[in-house]
C-alpha cells in the first residue's frame, strides 16, 4: 500500500543526503557517528536497519564491525532504496537491502541481535505495532537503538531552535528538493513527537520491552534510545 510518507520520500530520495547535510549543519553525521558507537556492533551478530533510507546507518555499522556483522537494511520508499543501493556498489558494501514496511517485517521470530531505527519511528502509521513488530524479530535480550528528533529543554534555546525549524528549515529544505510541503511535514512531526521521558513513559505503557533508557543529544534537539527485549 502506497502511502503519502512513502510518496514523499520518493521525492525527496535524490536531494535528501543533500538537504540533511545543508539543514542540520552537518550535525547529523555526528548524531549518528555517537549513535553506531552505543549500538557497538560485534563480529557475526545480525543486525537490521529499519527505514534505512538513503542507508547511512547500515554503513555506518557495517564500517564500524570492520565488515564483519551482518547489517540488513529495510525501507519501504524504493527511491530512497535506489539511492542506498548506488551507495552500496560504489562503497562496495555487502549491506542487503530490501523494500519492506516496518509494521510487516519479512524475517522470523528472534531472527535478529539488535534493530536500529534513525529518525524514521515518527513518521510510522501505527506506532505501538511498529515496535511489537520490531520485538517479534529481535532475539530474546536482544536491542532495539532508536535515533530521533527531540525538543530542546532549555526555554531560550528552544526559541532560537522552534524558530529556525518552523521558518527557516522548510524554506531551505524547499529550495534544495523542491518539496517544501514535505520539510513543514518532518518539522511538524519532529516538533511534536513525545520525546525524552514521555517516549520512555510510552514504551513502557505499549510495549513489553523490558528496559529503556535514553541519552540526550546537542540540548534535546536529539534522543539516543536504548531498548533491550
Ligand atoms: C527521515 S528518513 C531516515 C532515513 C535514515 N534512517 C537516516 O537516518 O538518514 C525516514 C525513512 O523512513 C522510511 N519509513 C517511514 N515509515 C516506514 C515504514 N512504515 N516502513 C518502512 N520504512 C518507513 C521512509 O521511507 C524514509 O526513508
Redesign the pocket.
Same mark, same amino acid.
Given at each position: 500500500m502506497s502511502?503519502q +510518507?512513502?510518496k514523499m &520520500?520518493n521525492q525527496i530520495?535524490g536531494k535528501? /543526503?543533500k538537504a540533511?547535510t545543508i539543514l542540520s549543519f552537518g550535525i547529523?553525521h555526528a548524531w549518528?557517528k555517537k549513535f553506531v558507537k552505543r549500538v557497538n556492533p560485534q563480529p557475526g551478530e545480525k543486525i537490521l /536497519?529499519?527505514? *534505512?533510507? *538513503? %542507508? /547511512? !546507518?547500515a554503513f555506518l555499522i557495517e564500517k564500524t564491525s570492520q565488515k564483519k556483522a551482518n547489517v540488513v537494511g +529495510?525501507? &519501504?520508499?524504493e527511491k530512497?532504496l535506489a539511492v542506498a543501493k548506488q551507495r552500496a556498489a560504489q562503497l562496495k558494501s555487502n549491506v542487503e537491502f530490501m523494500g519492506? /514496511? !516496518?509494521?510487516s517485517l519479512p524475517f522470523d521470530d528472534n531472527s535478529f541481535d539488535k534493530v536500529t !531505527?534513525? &529518525? %524514521?519511528i515518527r513518521? +510510522?502509521?501505527n506506532l505501538t505495532k511498529?515496535l511489537n513488530e520490531i520485538l517479534r524479530v529481535l532475539k530474546p535480550g536482544g536491542k532495539l537503538f532508536i =535515533?530521533e528528533f527531540g525538543q530542546p529543554q532549555n526555554e531560550t534555546f528552544a526559541k532560537v531552535y522552534n524558530f529556525y525549524s518552523n521558518f527557516i528549515l522548510p524554506q531551505i529544505g524547499g529550495m534544495i528538493t523542491g518539496e517544501k510541503d514535505a520539510y513543514i511535514y =518532518?518539522n511538524k512531526t519532529s516538533l511534536s513527537f513525545p520525546s525524552g521521558n514521555h517516549f520512555i513513559d510510552l514504551m513502557q505503557k505499549n510495549t513489553t520491552f523490558r528496559s529503556c533508557k535514553l541519552e540526550s543529544l546537542s540540548l534535546g534537539i536529539s534522543y539516543i534510545y536504548t531498548l533491550q527485549k
Amino acid at each position: 500500500m502506497s502511502t503519502q +510518507v512513502q510518496k514523499m &520520500f520518493n521525492q525527496i530520495a535524490g536531494k535528501y /543526503d543533500k538537504a540533511n547535510t545543508i539543514l542540520s549543519f552537518g550535525i547529523h553525521h555526528a548524531w549518528k557517528k555517537k549513535f553506531v558507537k552505543r549500538v557497538n556492533p560485534q563480529p557475526g551478530e545480525k543486525i537490521l /536497519d529499519c527505514a *534505512t533510507g *538513503t %542507508g /547511512d !546507518i547500515a554503513f555506518l555499522i557495517e564500517k564500524t564491525s570492520q565488515k564483519k556483522a551482518n547489517v540488513v537494511g +529495510v525501507d &519501504f520508499s524504493e527511491k530512497m532504496l535506489a539511492v542506498a543501493k548506488q551507495r552500496a556498489a560504489q562503497l562496495k558494501s555487502n549491506v542487503e537491502f530490501m523494500g519492506a /514496511d !516496518i509494521e510487516s517485517l519479512p524475517f522470523d521470530d528472534n531472527s535478529f541481535d539488535k534493530v536500529t !531505527i534513525s &529518525f %524514521g519511528i515518527r513518521n +510510522v502509521r501505527n506506532l505501538t505495532k511498529s515496535l511489537n513488530e520490531i520485538l517479534r524479530v529481535l532475539k530474546p535480550g536482544g536491542k532495539l537503538f532508536i =535515533l530521533e528528533f527531540g525538543q530542546p529543554q532549555n526555554e531560550t534555546f528552544a526559541k532560537v531552535y522552534n524558530f529556525y525549524s518552523n521558518f527557516i528549515l522548510p524554506q531551505i529544505g524547499g529550495m534544495i528538493t523542491g518539496e517544501k510541503d514535505a520539510y513543514i511535514y =518532518l518539522n511538524k512531526t519532529s516538533l511534536s513527537f513525545p520525546s525524552g521521558n514521555h517516549f520512555i513513559d510510552l514504551m513502557q505503557k505499549n510495549t513489553t520491552f523490558r528496559s529503556c533508557k535514553l541519552e540526550s543529544l546537542s540540548l534535546g534537539i536529539s534522543y539516543i534510545y536504548t531498548l533491550q527485549k
